[in-house]
């Protein structure tokens, strides 16, 4: 089993930055895929990033790519989105999640457990 609780989140300007961070418990975070995703009202939870078990490769969706950077710390159990250059249309809830796998997918259906999410909004 994995835990996972998500921070970080809350408002910003267009053009500013947030990291956010999720921490997992469980003894096989290090061995796990992770992926940050996000939700807006009235939209389905889409894929942003994720990252293999060793960090070695990351993959990005095309609406973050250049803006966004994933990454973890295996030793602090540990995720996070670095989020740059932020526009309104960021503005979501997001959800870290881990995979019985240490390779990532980009499919909600790849992973095996999520966070709650924090609250992400981005004003004009």
């Known amino acids: 089993q994995v835990q996972l609780v998500e921070s970080g989140g809350g408002l910003v300007q267009a053009g500013g930055s947030l990291r956010l961070s999720c921490a997992a418990s469980?003894?096989?975070?290090?061995?796990?895929?992770m992926a940050w995703f996000r939700q807006a009202p009235g939209k389905e939870r889409e894929f942003v990033a994720a990252?293999?078990?060793?960090?070695?490769?990351?993959y990005y969706a095309t609406s973050v790519k250049g803006r966004f950077t994933i990454s973890r710390d295996n030793a602090k159990n540990t995720v996070y989105l670095q989020m740059n250059s932020l526009k309104p249309e960021d503005t979501a809830v997001y959800c870290c999640?881990?995979?019985?796998?240490?390779?990532?997918?980009?499919?909600?259906?790849?992973?095996?457990?999520w966070g709650q999410g924090t609250q992400v909004t981005v004003s004009s």
């Open positions: 469980g003894r096989t975070f290090s061995s796990s895929a």
């Open positions: 990252i293999n078990w060793d960090s070695t490769s990351t």
């Open positions: 999640a881990a995979r019985n796998s240490g390779l990532p997918g980009t499919s909600r259906l790849n992973y095996n457990y």
